[in-house]
């Protein structure tokens, strides 16, 4: 990197308060799980209403307790997550796979806009 580069950084760097690594830490640690079964181009099968496709499960004694991940908070690193298996009570569904809204998913973590 040019000396000049890595001044600038350096600046840039020190304009930034403490707050901003913190919710990069956020961002960094968001990521996405996802199995379409397409069926034909624009098209997946998917669990029927109320059933999730993804669950995440905690030890709990000598059995697992399973949430769906969906809804879960504070899944911790390493924490076992399972799909759901195909079956014939599976929907077709329109699927465009668009990217993210990067910019919701920013000012969601950090709250700022």
Not at 38 to 44: D, E, T
Not at 61 to 90: H, M, T
Request: aromatic residues 6%.
């Amino acid at each position: 990197m040019p000396a000049a580069t890595a001044e600038k950084l350096r600046i840039e760097i020190a304009a930034v308060g403490d707050d901003f690594f913190e919710k990069m830490g956020i961002l960094l640690g968001i990521g996405n799980i996802s199995s379409p079964h397409q069926v034909r181009p624009g098209v997946v099968l998917v669990p029927p209403e109320g059933v999730p496709q993804f669950v995440a499960c905690r030890p709990d004694g000598s059995e697992f307790r399973c949430a769906n991940l969906a809804e879960s908070l504070d899944v911790p690193v390493g924490a076992p997550i399972y799909g759901l298996r195909q079956n014939s009570k599976w929907i077709e569904r329109p699927y465009d796979p668009q990217p993210p809204d990067v910019q919701a998913i920013i000012e969601g973590s950090s709250g700022v806009p």
